[in-house]
């Protein structure tokens, strides 16, 4: 399986030790599903990070090894051409385009501009139906 994870993932992964997203992240640097990255999440992770709301909370060398890692177990793709406009919001274009661009089989998100799209181009799941499903297939 082939995800994109949206920025506000890995934020709650970092911000949230004993979280959801966490776990998801941790899966997937951990092997159990592909992941893709590209320069704009990575560069905008960074600035998340960087604000200082989120580095009050999690120390820069925290921040930056966090980074060094999502992308050390990410497969790493170039910034798509921007799609037509999907989202309310259109910083989350280039999420969009991105899953469509490596033929995601998911856009896991916790942003609720995403999760609304009544007829995305690519599957949108929700955190917590991701990492369900993570968790089901343990089992199984």
Do not use: C, H, Q, W
């Amino acid at each position: 399986m082939l995800v994109v994870l949206d920025v506000n993932v890995y934020v709650s992964a970092i911000v949230t030790p004993t979280g959801v997203a966490r776990s998801v992240v941790e899966a997937g640097i951990g092997g159990r599903f592909d992941y893709v990255t590209s320069p704009a999440l990575l560069a905008e992770l960074a600035d998340v990070l960087a604000r200082p709301k989120i580095s009050r909370l999690v120390p820069g060398d925290v921040a930056d090894r966090f980074i060094a890692d999502v992308r050390g177990g990410a497969r790493l793709e170039p910034d798509p051409a921007e799609s037509s406009s999907v989202s309310r919001d259109p910083d989350d274009e280039y999420l969009v385009a991105l899953a469509i661009s490596v033929s995601a089989d998911a856009l896991v998100t916790g942003d609720a501009d995403l999760l609304d799209l009544s007829d995305p181009p690519v599957r949108i799941v929700a955190l917590r139906s991701f990492f369900e499903s993570l968790s089901g297939s343990e089992s199984a």
